[in-house]
């Protein structure tokens, strides 16, 4: 007996839309001031910086064929970027450099103060001392790391408002596959009825 592949197409059209509309929302929720707090001080400031976390964002798409006699091959969607964005999300203790704490300070550019509050120049010394303090917290030595701000839990959630609209696609995929799906089940079509074997 030969075995057709069961063809899922307006599945994959709808679950390939959804990482789309994902991908925007985690963009979304990348972009959003996100209020913290840094010892007592309160920051409402996007977590993406230089905007590579944005970016870095892309849908992967791999489809498989497996043994027609197995199954009809299925396909995968997941959603890649940079490593540091799930460490953002979940917070915790991270692998600072001093170095590239550095860099990044003159990036921003940082603006540092003194015990008083007041503005002071960014010379290299107080850069190197304000990069050294960070790096001790990040690595949790005087502290516990980046602070979570689970904005891909914030995405997925509202991504999952509109989950249940998959119902029309996989409806439409079983009616196309109904003949095959019970052919697998171990019936025989004879005139429009089903027999077992």
Request: aromatic content about 6%; hydrophobic content about 35%.
């Amino acid at each position: 007996m030969s075995v057709s592949r069961l063809k899922l197409r307006n599945t994959e059209a709808y679950m390939h839309g959804f990482s789309k509309r994902l991908i925007k929302l985690l963009k979304i929720e990348i972009g959003r001031n996100r209020t913290r707090n840094y010892n007592g001080r309160t920051v409402s400031a996007p977590i993406d910086d230089t905007g590579s976390l944005k970016d870095s964002l892309q849908l992967a798409f791999t489809k498989s064929r497996l043994n027609k006699s197995v199954s009809g091959g299925s396909f995968n969607l997941s959603i890649k970027g940079n490593s540091y964005g799930e460490k953002l999300d979940e917070g915790g203790l991270v692998n600072a450099k001093v170095s590239d704490i550095i860099k990044w300070i003159k990036r921003k550019p940082v603006k540092i103060t003194d015990a008083r509050g007041r503005f002071v120049t960014a010379d290299d010394y107080r850069i190197n001392k304000l990069a050294n303090n960070i790096v001790r917290k990040l690595n949790g030595n005087t502290g516990s790391g980046i602070k979570a701000t689970n904005f891909i839990g914030d995405a997925i959630e509202i991504a999952m408002q509109q989950i249940n609209a998959i119902a029309d696609p996989l409806e439409k995929d079983i009616h196309l596959n109904l003949d095959e799906i019970f052919k697998r089940a171990g019936y025989t079509k004879k005139g429009d009825d089903y027999i077992i074997e």
